[in-house]
């Protein structure tokens, strides 16, 4: 990951965006006072952390609540605590043991306990209609939950799993209140009660959310800020803002064209940082309808892509970035370019891949096939839509490009109701089996909505989970990849790139390669406005 400082006149010097240091307010100590506003660019279809994975609620919702762990500040991937003061691992790696800190408080002034973390963890792990839980598949492996005593909390394992610290530090392990959840499960759905930095004010949907400082958060001193209000607009409308100095920051990314327009506008006072990015995109192929459940079909799809020329291009106007296979490109863990070259639809020779993709079509009766491409209706979903609608005709398929509203898509994305889909996915860690889980089968993890059954897949996913020596899991996850995309239930078409861009004044806030994590806003402070 790098990181820029960047001025204006940096940006226009060099395209490329070498770390150079532009304007820093990055000096002295923190300041206490005044109210962060920024953009998001949808509307949260839940506040419930549990039960969704959009940014759109993260970047609205992690200031209200605390996690068991999470990522040190400035240091990913390194694991603190956050509600828990200390923890430990057995040798035999099957019980973890969490000691939790004193006198941490819900915003309604109730103590934090041992049966707060126990419950929130059991209506992830086994949720009860009609709550749903996406965090259910990565805790598979607990067996049992003890609280011994009000601080402390005992997790037992059914067997080894080598991810589990990072799961217990994801930011979407909210802890809510145990009371309130035995009042109404569904009670964080359309309520805001934790024990984060910020209590909760108000939401008017399609305006703003607001939040202000909790003078009981269990860090000393801190938040800084005196509260923070989101601003829901469009992309493009998030740009005039920054630009106008009507917000302060976006924490999701722009595009190279929206960073150098942000640039030119603010000058000395842009700070703009940049990182790889642990979101794809995905093609993903409904399994369940006819022809798209014969693998032929759906490896023709994959081989269509000219995936090496698409990122060459649309990388220069676009978030898309790199091409990669299922976890994150130059992570510990990703495959090498020539690893990738061998896989369905990663070959450079487009001519070869395309013509073993009309055989497979013609071979499988589908060469004259019509389908309904679904996608969201923003960037930079629309532009890989665009890409893929046109790398599909080259093979003689006649694709509708469909564009709907969020909401519209992740229902579709639920029943089923699709036939092809721009889908995508992120994660809070680079670890394997948080990123694999999309693409084993449906019955096994409700985020794998291509809606296979893939034995051979989930068998190659529960072994890189339980696999401790790096070398030999990272040789499991090459061969997960291999199976997946060779059978093509879904297939990743580029990686994003994380282009952040914010107002100088914004102090504190950390750059990661996933835009889930650091969203709390604690560490976040305001330096003074410039004359």
């Not at 990522?71 to 057995?90: C, F, M, R």
């Not at 209609?129 to 259910?136: D, F, K, L, M």
């Not at 889908?423 to 449906?442: C, E, G, R």
């Amino acid at each position: 990951m790098t990181q820029h400082d960047l001025s204006r006149r940096a940006v226009l010097a060099l395209p490329g965006l070498g770390a150079l240091s532009g304007a820093a307010y990055a000096q002295g100590a923190p300041q206490r006072g005044g109210t962060l506003t920024y953009a998001v660019a949808a509307e949260p279809p839940t506040y419930d952390l549990h039960q969704t994975g959009t940014f759109a609620v993260m970047h609205r919702v992690a200031p209200h609540y605390s996690t068991l762990l999470t990522y040190e500040p400035g240091n990913y991937p390194n694991i603190v605590g956050d509600v828990a003061e200390s923890w430990q691992a057995a040798p035999d790696l099957l019980t973890y043991t969490f000691r939790l800190r004193p006198n941490v408080r819900f915003h309604d002034g109730t103590t934090l306990t041992s049966e707060d973390v126990r419950a929130s963890y059991q209506r992830m792990i086994a949720p009860v209609p009609p709550v749903t839980s996406n965090r259910q598949p990565a805790f598979s492996q607990i067996a049992a939950i003890e609280t011994p005593d009000p601080l402390t909390v005992v997790f037992r394992m059914k067997r080894v799993d080598a991810s589990i610290l990072d799961t217990f530090a994801s930011p979407w392990n909210s802890i809510f209140s145990a009371a309130r959840l035995a009042q109404d499960p569904n009670f964080p759905v359309r309520n805001i009660m934790g024990t984060g930095p910020f209590r909760f004010v108000e939401h008017v949907a399609g305006s703003h959310w607001v939040g202000e400082r909790f003078d009981g958060y269990f860090r000393a001193g801190q938040p800084y800020l005196d509260g923070f209000r989101a601003i829901t607009m469009s992309p493009s409308a998030m740009v005039n803002a920054l630009s106008g100095r009507q917000i302060l920051a976006e924490f999701r990314g722009f595009t190279p064209n929206e960073r150098d327009r942000i640039v030119r506008a603010l000058g000395a006072e842009a700070r703009v940082q940049e990182s790889s990015w642990m979101l794809h995109m995905i093609m993903t192929i409904n399994n369940e309808k006819p022809p798209f459940n014969d693998v032929r079909v759906r490896r023709a799809l994959s081989l269509a892509l000219d995936r090496w020329g698409g990122s060459d291009s649309l990388k220069r106007i676009s978030q898309l970035g790199e091409v990669g296979g299922m976890v994150r490109p130059g992570s510990e863990w990703s495959a090498s370019h020539a690893e990738m070259e061998q896989w369905p639809g990663y070959g450079r020779d487009m001519a070869a891949n395309r013509a073993e993709a009309r055989r497979l079509l013609k071979e499988a009766g589908a060469e004259n096939l019509t389908f309904t491409l679904m996608n969201r209706n923003h960037q930079p979903y629309v532009t890989a839509g665009i890409f893929v609608v046109d790398q599909l005709r080259q093979i003689g398929l006649r694709v509708e490009h469909q564009q709907v509203e969020l909401a519209a898509w992740y229902a579709a994305q639920g029943s089923g109701n699709f036939q092809v889909m721009i889908d995508s996915f992120t994660q809070f860690s680079d670890d394997p089996t948080n990123v694999l889980v999309k693409y084993i089968s449906f019955d096994r993890a409700e985020v794998a909505v291509a809606r296979a059954t893939d034995r051979e897949l989930d068998a190659l996913f529960d072994a890189q989970a339980q696999e401790v020596d790096k070398v030999k899991r990272k040789q499991l996850v090459r061969q997960f990849e291999t199976r997946a995309m060779a059978q093509a239930h879904a297939v990743p078409i580029l990686w994003w790139q994380r282009i952040v861009v914010m107002n100088s004044r914004v102090q504190g806030w950390s750059m990661a390669p996933t835009h889930m994590i650091y969203q709390d806003l604690r560490d976040v402070w305001l330096a003074p406005e410039r004359r």
